[in-house]
């Protein structure tokens, strides 16, 4: 087993290891719960390379695309398990806590490679040194987790951390992609670019609708999770 798919593999378990910590948390540690975080797990798998296949035409995996096929798919199962109660927040942490340990995993694999530059931190990777883009992501994953963990604190409406979750990942993703490796789709801008700008205005507009007073609902669970 190479390195990088032992730093894959604990990006995964880091990231479940999150999710249920913060099931627990919010008194959420049920089994309609548990089967939502596999469907998020094999969804996002799934349409990771599945999203890098049909986009970048080449083997790997898109965080980006298994956010987009694990949402869906957490949908879906909710629907048909009738769990009406929002869970995005286990989610954003499970996403962040994950990302911050498996970038590593990209770093030691040799993907998602950032472009020449002369700076002092500069990694030598495909015959140049070039930005480390692969800490970057990670550094910055390990940021916004903080962040997430310290507004979990206050009292904010349910999927209030999902969506600053989204926020601040799209925006830190549009801005290391500055230095990564990657051909530009329209406008010097590359497609990840204009999927985080996508995402900045979906989270911006659902977060408009958490103006209501912070309520807190997680000391009584309903009882269809």
Same mark, same amino acid.
């Given at each position: ?5 032992? @730093? *894959?593999?604990?990006? *995964? ?32 798998? &799934?349409?990771?390379?599945?999203? !890098? ?14 956010? %987009? ?5 957490? /949908?879906?199962?909710?629907? $048909?398990?009738?769990?009406?109660? +929002? ?9 962040? %806590? ?12 040799? @993907? @998602? *490679?950032?472009?020449?530059? $002369?700076? +002092?931190? %500069?990694?030598? !990777? ?5 930005? #480390? ?9 390990? /940021? ?12 904010? +409406? ?10 601040? *990942? ?12 990657? #051909?530009?789709? &329209? ?5 990840? !670019?204009?999927?985080?700008?996508? $995402? ?11 103006? !209501? ?13």
């Amino acid at each position: 087993m190479t390195l990088s798919a032992i @730093c *894959y593999g604990a990006g *995964y378990l880091t990231g479940l290891t999150a999710f249920w910590w913060m099931a627990c948390r919010r008194r959420l540690a049920t089994q309609g719960v548990l089967l939502l975080m596999l469907a998020g797990l094999i969804g996002g798998l &799934a349409s990771a390379n599945l999203a !890098q296949r049909l986009v970048a035409g080449t083997e790997g995996k898109t965080v980006l695309g298994a956010v %987009a096929g694990g949402w869906l798919c957490v /949908a879906l199962c909710k629907r $048909g398990l009738g769990i009406r109660r +929002p869970l995005g927040d286990l989610f954003a942490v499970a996403l962040s %806590a994950g990302e911050a340990v498996g970038r590593w995993g990209c770093f030691f694999g040799g @993907c @998602c *490679y950032g472009r020449p530059t $002369g700076v +002092p931190w %500069a990694i030598w !990777q495909h015959g140049a040194w070039r930005h #480390p883009t692969q800490v970057y992501l990670s550094l910055a994953a390990l /940021a916004i987790l903080i962040a997430l963990v310290r507004t979990e604190r206050r009292s904010l +409406p349910e999927n209030g951390l999902f969506y600053l979750q989204g926020l601040l *990942y799209c925006a830190a993703r549009f801005l290391i992609e500055c230095w990564r490796e990657s #051909p530009p789709l &329209a406008l010097s801008l590359s497609a990840a !670019q204009w999927a985080c700008l996508a $995402g900045l205005g979906f989270f911006a507009w659902k977060a408009q609708g958490l103006k !209501q007073p912070a309520r807190r609902l997680a000391a009584q669970p309903e009882r269809s999770l």
